[in-house]
């Protein structure tokens, strides 16, 4: 650790951890005077100024920056290699104390002056005595999630549906649906346990455990729809409260207006006196629900106590006649009646009732403690609304008949003739209403049994107002939460307005208002049983993805997913999500595809927007896992001709400095192959770091935004060669590593310094050793544009430096940049942006390479902006084989399925230039030239000692026939292809220790000068890359 010498201060009390504000000198190579003695105080305070915020001065007695570990330097991390509070930096413990008027200090820190301003707003954080804002009101796992949930599940389906599903079902099925719903629910909770137990939990509920795991697309989607279904869940639970309410006006023939308005009428009032109880905080709000969880408890006692007294002669008459065995063996089985008659037609029904699971999760922002609130109370709550379910069903349909009258009138002696049915051994003939289905009571006509068979019904009537209000309030309060973090999100436009927080608990007031809106929208059509399959489908769809999310995030095996909570299985997760896509289908198939439509919707909304959000989602983990994967199975598989694919490294420097060769390059590589943008930082290591760091984002994000699909790296050298050479060994990945040396042409070579132009022409040698491909870009205007964005995008090149002096960048000293600043500016446009139209691209493919010059301008051909063009092949040729040779060469060309027609055999290819034109070529040569007289090698070599680009008499005198070639090709590309949209050609190979770098720059400029059209110098390695084979 790094240790520092503290003075002889006095103790000061510190809490927890230790603040620095100074460094004191020390001597060098000495103790000094400020060594620790032993048992010196560990509370000492040093200040310093470091580009971190808290240091310790002491570690286990010693004087050191190096911190103990601490919750604080954890806190609030977002990516890899963030700064943390409180944690020194590695420069604060790796870099050399600069010790500058006493004080030592880290180089660094000198260069953070932002930090200094952070430490003291963190100390300015601690200070005794400041006005803290008052703290927001947080629930423990009982009062916020346990009996929040209950409530929610306990909704409406319990009292006014649950005993006509017994009588329909029988209780068997019941059971059934009730168990079938529990193992649905159970193991999303169990997977909201995990998901939530995973990592501290904000506001937002499901959405938020949904979207930090999976990732804002779906999660956004899901989000969207959850808040929804919350909203129209207040529909249906406060229309249970109307119903039950006109209900006792209905008994009392005291109708407000007729059935169906009257539910209209008492639902909107209903709901908006719950808009009030929210809006006056979680405080009251969660005292209502208390105080509705005492009145549902006390109405099930009334319940259970009612079913053992004995009963009366009316309520025999509708039906009730207490514990019998006969009454519980005719409703074990079911009695299907009406619309709705069908297992999967009441399980719709009943599914709703399960969904409250979700209510304590939702206001996770208002937790004390999600992480251990949720599982706990989540769980809890499943299992005793499930035990609750359970005993109902199997009481009330051990009590009550399926039809009764309600008539005091119907009883007859018992064994009385014509009486049909189990109500005769009891004495009551109810023969003639089932017959003509007009009985009133009975569990498969009454609603209200529960009440009848109640100790004393006015007791269920407000546990039916406790369970309703209480579900519809947590539905009230769940939907604007979830909405309001979705809406913070910004995932989506038109819907930050709802994401405005007021209070102390940041209260969503606009979210409040819109799901009142949205309640009273569905109040309005009045009918439960209409509006309960609709969010059936909604919240199946969450929990299929809560499921998801839990197995998705296990089955990455990322580091990341650590959940606390460990009673869950990725498989159960995976059955889980499975069951509830299954159950929507079978619900209602039509709700279902309209689910998925929306969440598709949604989907490849935010997929096209991409949000500039980073959650760290088990789909990230997933893409690194499945790339892992992939690039290790292709490392087992040998390499194939016809799987042969150009992968490319791309010397570009910075690549918003070279957009043409980025365009080109990114076209024909798009969804094919590998494309890796190189720059070689030129200057001393220390120097150079730093800006490495800063600018590699800054370059990716300008790819990114040019809609580039590549890679960006770079490397510091001493020069731009042994810079390269770094790159072709050291880029790439396994088999997905460059095959082709990719480089703009160098246009000021014969200005430029002669040893970069030796390093330029060795860089091509370097390929070749390395069995590269080499392709070359030149274009009439250049390619290098730093020179228009210099001035307001990137200072960091030297004003010296020549545009097209090669593809590293040599930094100014003590310059920085701004890498948002490469992802702002304005793209340049290049011609490979743009529809080429009918224009023709030109392969001259004059030697041999094993086909690459044809193969790049085909990949280009493909693509929709070259689509057009025509594709023209020339070769050399003899003029008395002229017919021979364009036969052998479009055979050789309908072999390889290219769809290349048009073959052009150049017989002149070998005839002398015009005298100008090797006058051109033998002034260009001029400078270069050594003028030894044909002396021997020995004596040429020493006058070129110093100067091997020179070139001697002799090397003029061989390569003559090969330089007027060049000269004379450059005549035919001007005679055939001036108007042609690309020109793709071979290029000569100079002999490596024979031909100077000056002369072989000599003939690919003599090759390529003066022609309107970009030119591509392409050279395979003399490897195929084209087959006609299919194996």
Known sequence: MAELPIPDLPPARCSGRFTISTFLGMEEGGRGPYTPTEGSSCDSVQPTQLSSSTLCTRTFGYNTVDVVPAYEHYANSKGVGDPRKGRPSLADLHSILKVTGGLAVPIAS??????????????????????????????????????????????????????????????????????????????????????????????????????????PELGGSIGLIFAFANAVAVAMHTVGFAETVRDLLQEHNSLIVDPTNDIRIIGVITVTVLLGISLAGMEWEAKAQILFFL?????????????????????????????????????????????????????????????????????????????????????????????????????????????ASGSLNDSVAVGSPGCEGLACSFGWNFTACAQQQSCRYGLSNYYQSMSMVSGFGPLITAGIFGATLSSALACLVSAPKVFQCLCKDQLYPLIGFFGKGYGRNSEPIRGYMLTYVIAVGFILIAELNAIAPI??????????????????????????????????????????????????????????????????????????????????????????????????????????????????????GPPNFRPALVDFVGTFTKNLSLMLCGNVLIGPWKQKMPESRLMADGHTKWLMKRKIKAFYTDVVAEDLRSGVQMLIQAAGL?????????????????????????????????????????????????????????????????????????????????????????????????????????????????????????????????????????????????????????????????????????VHILPDINQKPRPEHIKRFDELIAPFRLNDGFKDEATVNEMRQGCPWKISDEEVDKNRAKSLRQVRLNEILQDYSRDAALIAITPPIGRKGRCPSSLYMAWLETLSQDLRPPIILTRGNQENVLTFYCQ
């Not at 224009?839 to 057009?868: A, E, M, S, V």
Request: with cysteine; aromatic share 12%; hydrophobic share 45%.
């Open 110 to 215: 000198l260069a953070s002056p932002g930090h200094a301003a952070e430490a003291g707003l963190e100390e300015a954080e601690g200070e005794p005595g400041r006005d803290s804002e008052p703290e927001p009101v947080r629930f423990g796992w009982v009062k916020g999630v346990m009996i929040r949930c209950m409530l929610n599940i306990w909704g409406v389906i319990l009292y006014l549906r649950l005993p006509w599903i017994t009588a329909q079902a029988g209780i068997a099925l019941t059971w059934l649906i009730i168990l079938l719903s529990v193992t649905v629910t159970t193991i999303t909770g169990l997977s909201i346990s995990a998901i939530s137990t995973n990592g501290k939990v904000k506001s937002g509920g499901t959405y938020f455990l949904i979207s930090r795991s999976l990732g």
């Open 295 to 403: 009145v549902i408890l006390v109405s099930f006692i009334n319940y259970l106590v009612g079913t053992v007294i004995p009963a009366t002669a009316e309520k025999q008459a509708k039906g009730f006649f207490s514990y019998r065995a006969d009454i519980f063996a005719q409703n074990f089985v079911p009695n299907w009646r009406g619309p709705e008659g069908s297992f999967f037609g009441l399980f719709s029904i009943f599914f709703p009732s399960a969904t409250g699971i979700l209510a304590g999760a939702n206001i996770s922002g208002d937790l004390k403690d999600p992480a251990v609130a949720i599982p706990k109370g989540t769980l809890m709550a499943i299992f005793w609304t499930t035990m609750s379910y359970l005993v109902l069903s199997a009481t009330i349909g051990a009590c009550v008949v399926r039809d």
């Open 535 to 652: 969010i059936s489908n909604f919240f199946l769809c969450s929990y299929a993805l809560i499921n998801f999310s839990c197995f998705h995030a296990s089955i990455t095996n990322s580091p990341g997913w650590r959940p606390s909570f460990r009673y869950y299985s990725k498989w159960a997760a995976l059955f889980g999500a499975a069951v509830s896509v299954v159950i929507m289908f079978l619900l209602t198939w039509w709700a279902a595809l309209i689910a998925f439509g929306i969440v598709i919707f949604l989907l490849g909304y935010v997929l096209y927007k991409k949000p500039d959000v980073n959650w760290g989602s088990s789909m990230q983990a997933s893409s690194y896992n499945m790339a892992l994967n992939y690039s290790v199975g292709l490392s087992e598989v040998d390499e194939h001709i016809k799987n042969y694919r150009p992968q490319c490294l791309v010397l570009t």
């Open 734 to 902: 396994g088999k997905m590593r460059p095959n082709i040396l990719v480089l703009g042409y160098k246009r000021n070579w014969r200005t430029a310094s002669p040893q970069s132009l030796e390093d330029y022409v060795g860089i091509l040698h370097d390929a070749f050793d390395f069995k590269y491909g080499v392709c070359l870009m030149r274009m009439k205007e250049g390619l290098n544009v730093s020179r228009v964005l210099q001035a307001h995008v990137n200072p960091t090149f030297e004003a010296a430096e020549h545009p097209e002096n090669g593809t590293g960048s040599r930094a100014a000293p003590g310059t920085a940049v701004d890498p948002t600043t490469l992802a702002s500016e304005q793209q340049a446009s290049t011609i490979f942006q743009s529809k080429q139209g009918k224009k023709t691209i030109d392969i001259y493919w004059l030697f041999d390479d094993g086909g690459l010059t044809l193969l790049i301008p085909y990949l280009l051909g493909r693509k929709k902006r070259w689509g057009k063009c025509k594709i023209r092949v020339f070769v050399g040729g003899q003029i008395n084989r002229m017919d021979e040779e364009r036969k052998a060469i479009v055979s050789l060309l309908s072999k390889f399925r290219l769809g290349f027609h048009e």
